[in-house]
């Protein structure tokens, strides 16, 4: 199930190297996220983590003061035990703006 949603990017920071043989290569993105509060045992929000492709994903993006407004392309997958959801890109809301 693939959607679209408006985040504020909180920060990114990429991950690249090799670890006893093991290359890795990723970006990992900070998104804003509201806390549960149906218990009212929490209020406002919080960080969530999303890994995002490649250390390459992390250019395309440092330019921009942040914390900045995008659209996120997400996806939520199973394994058929449980779900997860992924994060797929991130257009800043005025780059969208102008593709529109």
């Known amino acids: 199930m693939k959607f679209t949603s408006e985040v504020l990017v909180m920060g990114m920071k990429f991950s690249k190297g090799e670890f006893e043989g093991n290359a890795y290569d990723s970006t990992k ?3 804003e996220v509201a806390m549960d509060d149906s218990k009212e045992t929490a209020k406002g929000s919080a960080c969530a983590e999303y890994t ?3 250390s390459a ?3 395309k993006y440092k330019h921009l003061p942040f914390p900045f407004r995008g659209v996120g392309e997400f996806e939520v997958v199973t394994n058929g035990k449980t779900s997860k ?11 969208a703006k102008k593709a529109a």
């Open 52 to 54: 995002m492709g490649t």
């Open 29 to 31: 993105v900070y998104v």
């Open 57 to 59: 994903e992390f250019g």
């Open 85 to 95: 959801t992924v994060l797929h890109s991130i257009k800043p809301v005025e780059a």
